[in-house]
């Protein structure tokens, strides 16, 4: 049986209960006022710029890490529905330019986090060199917030300045690009069949189990990001 937590820990977790209970409401409600105001991606930008205007400003947010799990597995699972046959058949034949397209990014990533390293090393000396080597590379990578963050956290690098460089760079193309679409009118010409739009609860289900269990085993070997990958 688990010992019983003492007081100090858990007022603490109550507190921390309540930072994320607070995040996860201010969040729903920016989702539900862009969705009013009808921006683009209201249910990425609302809670995007709502929770980052809300932690500039010093309010208690917290991520509650089993909603934030949940939410990469959410996300996982549905991009996972795109790699259809016609989709594995048109990255088949692109192969060269998805190999050049992976190196490229490894290249600028492994670029920019040498930059960073080097002009902020300096200012940071009671970061150790392994530490400071980690975090400018998983700053300066290409990828997702959250996955380079739990990458940098693996390598015991500054998961703060990883996750505020990437939060930079996401803030500006999300707010830029999806309102700039919006405004000029344009719109992408879909080649490939539209997927199924109806849900059928016993394939939701299977599905939930099967990408629950794929996350559990990626966790139980120790692999980097289980619950997206």
Known sequence: MPLPLSP???????????R???????????????LKLRTPLPWMLGPLL???LLSILGAPTDSATPLRNAGQWTIGAVLGLYFTPEVTALV???WWAVALGIAWALLLGWGFGAWLHRVNAPRMPHVSAPAMRATGYFAGAIGGASEMTLLAEREHAR????????????????????????WSGLHGIDVLAPPPRV????????????TGAGALV???????NPWFM
Request: aromatic share 4%; with cysteine; glycine share 6%.
């Open 8 to 18: 100090a820990a858990r007022k603490a977790s109550v507190a921390y209960a309540a």
């Open 20 to 34: 994320a209970a607070f995040t996860l409401a201010a969040a729903l409600a920016a989702a539900l006022l862009c």
């Open 50 to 52: 709502g929770t980052a």
């Open 92 to 94: 088949a034949g692109l």
């Open 159 to 182: 998961t703060d300045l990883v996750a505020a460089s990437h939060s930079l760079r996401l803030v500006i193309v999300t707010v830029s690009i999806p309102f700039a679409l919006q």
């Open 199 to 210: 849900v059928q609860p016993l394939g939701l289900a299977l599905l939930a189990v099967l």
């Open 218 to 224: 990626a966790r139980r070997l120790g692999r980097a």
